[in-house]
């Protein structure tokens, strides 16, 4: 709300906006889930590889996505939460370089790390705690995972006005390490601290805290 009020205010010819990104370190302990009688029974399939009938389903739900051509690149994943048979969430994973729309830019991802994006829930499913308990399966299978590659943490990013998904990634553990900032004035525009995000995300995995 607040910023679609400044966005009113906002000079023609000029924009911004802004993403946080977070991590979750998978050699901690997990946060606690919610009483079971709070979560839906969910169920769960992994997607990694393009004949996986589910993704079929998915490629027929979302069509202006073309999800079957992430498939055909090395390093990715689709985790989909299932609820009575019928899919209502999905996300996606990659331990490769990862193009991100919101800047146009390919985020390099370190060998230790994973990087969670495009995640969705069903409009008519939302609000259930689904998002978050996506997420915590998701880290707690790669907390688990020692081969073929041993990862150290999770990251994720989001838009800052986008509460509901910022409160769903907080309550699932993930703490911001970064945040970048688009500006646009007329034909010039630039973003400030990608250069900083490459840097905690490419070398080794191990995410630099915020404060250093």
Sequence with gaps: ???????????????????????????????????????????????????????????????????????I???????????????????WITSAPCHVSEINFDLPIGPACIYIYDCFVRADCRGLGIYKTLLLKIVGDFRLLRWPRYYEVACIGAEPENTASVRGIRHAGFEEFARIRYLRLWKHSRWYGVRELVKRMSATGTIIPLND
């Excluded at 802004?18 to 606690?32: A, E, K, N, T």
């Excluded at 009483?35 to 399939?45: A, D, E």
């Excluded at 393009?50 to 069509?63: I, R, S």
Aim: with cysteine; glycine share 6%; proline share 11%.
């Design 73 to 91: 690149h090395g390093g990715q994943q689709c985790y989909i939460a299932i609820l009575n048979g019928e899919w209502v969430a999905y996300a």
């Design 1 to 71: 709300m607040i910023k679609r009020i400044l966005r009113k205010l906002t000079p023609a010819g000029m924009d911004w906006q802004s993403i946080v990104f977070f991590m979750f370190d998978l050699q901690r302990g997990m946060p606690p889930l919610p009483p079971k009688r709070q979560l839906p029974p969910l169920k769960y399939h992994i997607i990694n590889a393009p004949e996986d009938p589910w993704l079929t389903v998915l490629c027929e739900a979302q069509p202006q996505h073309q999800l079957h051509l992430r498939m």
